[in-house]
């Protein structure tokens, strides 16, 4: 507890541009989807108009890949993060776009607990990687890390070695906050949605499941829990930390003030220096509701956000709701919302899209892309408007990416 | 000593059987990374705690504990349990 602090975040405030759309710029570069799954990765290469796709893949067949992330900063370098269902967790990462692939020297590990028999039992171990982030664009080769259980780890290495990073890892109220297993989702609590600043490499955000949203302004000297206004499940405390369930959080890159999230408990949107989120989730259609895992922005538009909605009602079924997928798109910030399923299956598909799983191109117009828990991948050319399948009979999809290599 | 390897971990090995020393598991995984760097912590964490579904065998005796006692003439498995579907 001594290392954390509820000062309210105190950046300057920058002027915000909402309403309108940055420049538009010329798509030069070919979009690269990367696809991560239950049991290995895919890498699908399109042509100049995003309409067919070469299919490059699969990379560690039988690896849990949680996570497959393309380093922007150099256009070449890829981090999977990656384990199977008897070894241990680790990195592999490739310099040259997945044509070869080395392993981490030391993947993200928690310090060992000091001997006895006591502390080796409370020691924790590092069951998965979930999260991979590159750090600021001013410090190549340096990346974050997120676990599960919840940890933050970073490498200063391009991702050859791994140390645990900042206080909250060892820290009793974050570990309190954190919870336990059983606190978290099916198959882990997890340390998610860790977010640079591209202002501030020394101001990051990061979210848990369970365990809340925050934010350190001095690199993760200090952090501060950034709940209020977010709800939590009927009966529980809000102002408990741990009770807090953020899915997946987003920070508009047209405009680093505005955040959004998709949370266990509707979508919300966060405008600083503010520090209460406000759930936009409400102007959903009631029959819909507003639960659900990803959370994807418009490259160039602040105002313009697209949520996957999923069946949380009853016992969660974890589903599109009444068997019907769709995407809802905001243009105004979440004041309204509008369904977009033109393509997609009219009745009796009971997939969904988990949160690392949705994503948005920065060409003009937005491609979007999203892989279900069924396997197929599927995506938009058109902002949303039509939706076509672009590969199937895929692993369980975890995560999708969608990026300009080359 | 003789030390089996799953197929598991045979990308880090490339050979079903290895030699490997050390007076205890422990300081046998250790011998075993610095001839096959990564291999340890796929098998054991960072607590030294095995992996679920990780097995060692110790002439044909399954053992759990880590700080066994090894002779130069045991023969060690190390296998991946059957964990069902």
Redesign the interface.
């Known amino acids: 507890m001594a290392h954390t602090t509820r000062k309210p975040a105190t950046r300057k405030p920058v002027p915000t541009v909402r309403a309108k759309r940055s420049p538009r710029r010329r798509p030069t570069r070919r979009v690269l989807v990367l696809v991560a799954t239950r049991k290995g990765a895919w890498l699908l290469h399109g042509d100049a108009a995003r309409k067919t796709w070469r299919v490059d893949g699969p990379h560690f067949l039988g690896h849990i890949v949680n996570h497959l992330v393309l380093d922007p900063r150099d256009g070449r370098t890829l981090l999977a993060a990656a384990k199977t269902g008897h070894l241990g967790p680790t990195i592999f990462r490739s310099t040259d776009l997945g044509r070869t692939w080395k392993e981490a020297t030391r993947p993200p590990a928690f310090a060992k607990a000091a001997d006895g028999p006591d502390t080796k039992k409370s020691g924790r171990a590092v069951d998965h990687t979930f999260w991979l982030t590159p750090c600021h664009a001013n410090e190549p080769n340096a990346w974050y890390a997120g676990t599960s259980p919840q940890g933050l780890f970073r490498s200063n290495d391009g991702g050859v070695t791994w140390e645990p990073f900042s206080i909250i890892n060892d820290d009793p109220q974050y570990r309190a906050w954190m919870g336990t297993v059983q606190d978290g989702t099916p198959d882990g609590p997890k340390m998610h949605s860790i977010i640079v600043d591209p202002r501030d490499p020394a101001h990051l955000y990061f979210a848990m499941s369970g365990g809340g949203v925050h934010e350190t302004l001095d690199r993760g000297r200090t952090w501060t829990p950034l709940v209020k206004g977010m709800e939590v499940v009927e009966g529980f405390d809000a102002v408990n930390i741990a009770f807090h369930d953020p899915h997946c959080v987003r920070l508009c890159p047209s405009n680093p003030d505005r955040l959004y999230q998709q949370n266990h408990c509707g979508i919300y949107r966060l405008d600083r220096p503010s520090s209460e989120w406000t759930r936009i989730g409400k102007n959903m259609p009631k029959q819909v509701g507003d639960i659900g895992f990803p959370m994807v922005l418009h490259p160039r538009d602040a105002d313009t956000a697209w949520v996957f909605p999923m069946d949380g009602t009853t016992v969660w079924p974890r589903t599109s709701p009444e068997g019907k997928p769709c995407v809802y798109v905001t243009h105004n910030g979440g004041k309204r919302w509008q369904r977009l399923d033109t393509g997609l299956p009219k009745s009796q598909a009971w997939w969904t899209v988990k949160r690392q799983a949705m994503t948005a191109d920065v060409q003009d117009p937005v491609g979007l892309y999203f892989g279900t828990t069924s396997g197929e991948l599927w995506m938009s050319r058109d902002e949303g408007q039509r939706w076509t399948c672009i590969a199937r009979n895929l692993p369980e999809i975890y995560a999708v990416e969608a990026v300009e290599a080359g | 000593m003789k030390v089996l390897i799953p197929s598991?971990?045979r990308s880090y090995t490339k050979e079903r059987e290895v030699e490997a020393s050390g007076a205890t598991l422990l300081e046998l995984l250790a011998d075993l990374d610095r001839h096959y760097?990564?291999l340890k912590?796929?098998?054991?964490?960072?607590?030294?705690?095995m992996?679920?579904?990780?097995r060692f065998f110790v002439n044909s005796e399954q053992v759990f504990d880590l700080t066994h006692a090894l002779r130069p003439t045991d023969e060690v498995y190390l296998l991946?349990?059957l964990?069902g579907g």
């Open positions: 598991s971990l760097p990564g912590f796929r098998v054991v964490n960072e607590q030294d705690r992996r679920g579904h990780m991946q349990a964990s």
